[in-house]
C-alpha cells in the first residue's frame, strides 16, 4: 500500500478533490488549514500571509499508487501550480 499526499494550495483543493474521484480513488481524507513556511514563503491563511494549505491524501495499492500519483502530478503541472506538493510514500502498517 502506498499514500499518495497533497500540501495543496487552498485555493486549488477543490481540483485535487475531483482528480482523486475521476482517478477513482474511492475515498481521500483532507486536513484542512494547515499553515507553515517554506520556499514558496509563509502560508498562514490569514490576512498577512493569504494562502492557506491543505493536507490530502488517499491510499491505493501499490500497483495503481504510481500511477495515479504520475496523473495528479501531471495536472497539478499543466495548472501552473507552483504551491502545491506531491508526494508518494509507502503505508508500513493499517490497523
Known amino acids: 500500500m502506498k499514500m499518495v499526499l497533497v500540501i495543496a494550495d487552498e485555493a486549488r483543493v477543490d481540483d485535487f478533490r475531483g482528480y ?11 486536513i484542512p488549514v494547515l499553515q507553515g513556511a517554506g520556499r514558496t514563503g509563509i502560508h498562514a491563511g490569514d490576512r498577512v500571509h493569504p494562502g492557506g494549505l491543505v493536507a490530502l491524501f488517499t491510499i ?12 495528479v502530478t501531471r495536472r497539478r503541472d499543466a495548472a501552473g ?7 508518494l510514500l509507502p503505508v508500513d502498517r493499517q490497523a
Open 81 to 87: 501550480d507552483q504551491v502545491s506538493r506531491l508526494f
Open 20 to 30: 482523486c474521484m475521476d482517478l477513482g480513488c474511492g475515498g481521500y481524507t483532507m
Open 60 to 71: 491505493l495499492p501499490d500497483e495503481k499508487a504510481g500511477a495515479v500519483f504520475d496523473e
